[in-house]
């Protein structure tokens, strides 16, 4: 027989291994397609055969992408749930979604007041925790609301999310005459009105209550709109209670519905096609048409959307009900659900919310808590794949903290320097005090650590406050139920309280200053700590003050307030300067840090003040830092300096340096109470590495002072001479 050539075996060989790995990889592929037409036959879904998976990231139709999003390009990867119930597309609609660019979702949301400004986050972190997509929030709010959203939202800085916001109040005419008995009153309407105050090049919109929960991606949900008829227009999930069959109790008589009518708390709408159907005039018509026979609407827009639905039924597209799982007091979702893993979307839709009754509430709440209380730093992460303009200054942001030296002593106190922390100012109920022209807002900062000393800085001082707190989420919610629980804190409400959400090692005390002092609302701040309390009468002294001192004509003052101690846990607060007097004489207080660091307040002279019976100059001194009166509109404090060590002190240079005259307040006074050292004051005293990169702090201040003050800060350079000092 004849030699085959040398090279032949080998390429034979070489050609059945991958014979063999070709028909593993046909049977594998096979068995993909197999067990996914499996999972959708068995959840009703049939499929049309030959038919490929489905993408996660739906179709880019034409008229979806509004004109000023045409720049963003993006890519997701993903498959839409077998949850997606009877729907099916043919193999051109799914290869098309497979080569698609990812779609930016649109959602809108209507929010107005505080309580809804709190729900709105938890609702928007269950949505940033699933999703693959670029999202755009459209928000319908109040003032109060943007005020709050538009802070948080810009210090959050979540990548691939931009936010619209629009007037709720210029839409109220539209629905203000109609009669609404539900809790949600005006706002609970407006609804209605979105394709006309979305904006016009805006086609298709996903409108969502502010209590509802994701617990999926959104992107399956907004898939959902390629299974809309040409006449279809609304996409809602069934009601799951038998509120309109009208056999709750007796006579009771609801808005007309079909069948069991569908609730609006999840709701697709394609506003395009909407507008075209002229549905401004519709909802109008219809309204005006049951309101003559019905006297309110008892579940707001719900109630219209549900009349015109029972009028023009082909206008609906019902959803599979997993997409809004209702938990009302009279709720049948039990029927919808048999395993937890089937829900989409969880709606707290009874006044009661988590209080709802309900056997299995318990997996449910445990799933909103988990949002609740989830850490939203968190959820800054990349879209991977997902190229998008960053948001507002995270491009500067990023060469910033790249041209840090990890290696640095100091890295930590320069990282803390860039670090944005997220802001939720006013994050309980507030009402503003009325103007007046010498009114003074108590400004402080705390931490949870803290809290229990609100309680009786609420007795001491029955003036506005501006408080800001540094908490992670799940001590916000702590607080949140300390608060709604204190007969003392509950009641007030001219109390503002802003949290600032911690990140990082060191505790940001000038910038949790900053945030306090911007959100103060009267002329004048009284710029005092957590751990102070003041003298009953001082808020109506301070008041008297600055009236009998005229320090609106522009006179540039500083009123010190001076400070003292006790080091007993309970005491008897003096009520006059002449119980404090004997006190101090008895040794019971003494004055602040006398026996610590006496140079922070000695220029205060305690000698004088105990004699003095009219305000009285002192001049500054090295490292004096006062507790102060001043106006709103004073210098803020240096965010440089965070954790223990000079952030007062710096702030008074400061104030010094722009010439505010020091002024002694002869009757005023704040006793400090003792506490547990803080974590900042105890690294200070134990690390020279601690020390030394305060002392580099101070080095920069000084110099930033001399290039801001030229000669005039000349004498401050001179505290660099003293002796190193805690404070």
């Excluded at 609301?145 to 629009?166: G, K």
């Excluded at 082909?314 to 089937?342: F, G, I, K």
């Excluded at 003052?557 to 400070?563: D, G, I, K, N, Q």
Aim: overall charge neutral; proline content about 8%; aromatic content about 10%.
């Amino acid at each position: 027989t004849a030699m085959l050539p040398r090279g032949r075996p080998r390429a034979l060989g070489a050609a059945a291994l991958l014979l063999l790995l070709l028909l593993i990889g046909f049977f594998l592929f096979r068995g993909d397609l197999d067990c996914e037409r499996c999972e959708r036959e068995a959840s009703g879904g049939g499929g049309d055969p030959g038919s490929l998976p489905r993408s996660l990231t739906p179709r880019v139709l034409p008229d979806e992408r509004p004109r000023s999003d045409a720049g963003w390009g993006y890519t997701a990867l993903g498959q839409v749930s077998p949850t997606m119930g009877p729907y099916r597309r043919g193999e051109e609609e799914a290869a098309a979604d497979l080569v698609s660019p990812p779609q930016l979702l649109q959602v809108a949301i209507v929010c107005a007041g505080h309580n809804s400004s709190r729900d709105v986050i938890t609702l928007v972190k269950s949505m940033l925790f699933y999703r693959k997509n670029p999202l755009h929030l459209h928000l319908v709010t109040d003032a109060v609301a943007r005020n709050i959203l538009e802070t948080l939202f810009h210090t959050w800085m979540v990548p691939a999310v931009r936010i619209s916001f629009y007037n709720a109040d210029e839409l109220k005419p539209q629905v203000s005459w109609i009669p609404n008995k539900h809790y949600s009153g005006l706002y609970g309407l407006m609804k209605l009105v979105l394709p006309s105050a979305l904006p016009p090049d805006l086609a298709r919109v996903i409108v969502l209550d502010t209590d509802v929960t994701f617990a999926s991606n959104i992107a399956e949900l907004w898939a959902l709109f390629a299974h809309f008829s040409d006449k279809q227009v609304i996409g809602l999930v069934e009601n799951q209670s038998d509120w309109y069959l009208g056999n709750l109790w007796r006579n009771h008589r609801p808005w007309p519905a079909l069948g069991r009518g569908f609730n609006t708390g999840v709701i697709l709408l394609r506003l395009d096609r909407l507008r075209q159907a002229g549905w401004e005039q519709m909802w109008k018509l219809t309204a005006t048409r049951e309101l003559l026979t019905l006297p309110a609407t008892s579940l707001a827009d719900q109630d219209i959307f549900n009349a015109i639905i029972k009028e023009h039924p082909w206008l609906v597209q019902p959803l599979p009900c997993v997409w809004n799982v209702q938990l009302s007091d009279h709720t049948l979702a039990e029927r919808c659900y048999s395993e937890a893993s089937d829900l989409k979307v969880i709606h707290w839709n009874s006044p009661k919310k988590l209080r709802v009754k309900n056997k299995h509430v318990e997996s449910f709440r445990n799933l909103y808590l988990t949002f609740l209380e989830y850490d939203g730093n968190l959820l800054r992460r990349e879209l991977f794949g997902c190229p998008r303009p960053p948001p507002p200054g995270a491009e500067q942001l990023q060469r910033a903290l790249a041209q840090l030296d990890e290696e640095d002593a100091c890295f930590e106190f320069r990282r803390q320097q860039l670090t944005v922390h997220r802001v939720h100012i006013t994050f309980l109920p507030h009402k503003p005090p009325p103007p007046q022209p010498h009114d003074v807002t108590l400004v402080a900062q705390l931490s949870m650590d803290r809290v229990q000393m609100l309680e009786a800085l609420c007795r001491h001082w029955p003036g506005p406050m501006s408080l800001a707190l540094y908490l992670t989420d799940a001590e916000a919610q702590q607080f949140l139920r300390f608060v709604e629980t204190s007969v003392v804190l509950s009641t007030r409400q001219d109390v503002a309280y802003h949290v600032v959400y911690r990140e990082g090692p060191l505790y940001p005390i000038n910038q949790l200053r900053n945030v306090a002092l911007a959100q103060a609302l009267t002329p004048y701040v009284f710029l005092s700590d957590i751990d102070f309390l003041p003298a009953y009468s001082l808020y109506d002294y301070l008041r008297a003050s600055i009236k009998q001192l005229e320090l609106g004509s522009g006179r540039k003052a500083a009123l010190v307030v001076p400070a003292f101690e006790t080091l007993h846990y309970r005491f008897s607060f003096p009520s006059s300067k002449a119980e404090l007097l004997a006190l101090l004489d008895a040794g019971s207080l003494h004055t602040f840090r006398y026996h610590e660091w006496p140079r922070g307040h000695a220029p205060t002279d305690y000698a004088r003040w105990r004699e003095a019976q009219a305000p009285y100059h002192v001049q500054w001194a090295a490292d004096y830092e006062p507790y102060v009166v001043v106006p709103r509109d004073c210098p803020r404090y240096d965010p440089r300096f965070a954790g223990f060590g000079w952030n007062k002190v710096a702030h008074v240079v400061e104030l010094d340096a722009q010439e505010y005259e020091l002024l002694v307040l002869p009757e005023a006074f704040v006793i400090h109470l003792p506490h547990a050292p803080s974590l900042d004051i105890s690294r200070f005293r134990s690390s020279p590495t601690y020390r030394d990169c305060l002392q580099a702090l101070k080095d920069e201040f000084h110099q930033d002072l001399s290039r801001r003050y030229g000669a005039a800060a000349l004498k401050y350079l001179t505290a660099l001479q003293q002796p190193r000092g805690p404070t």
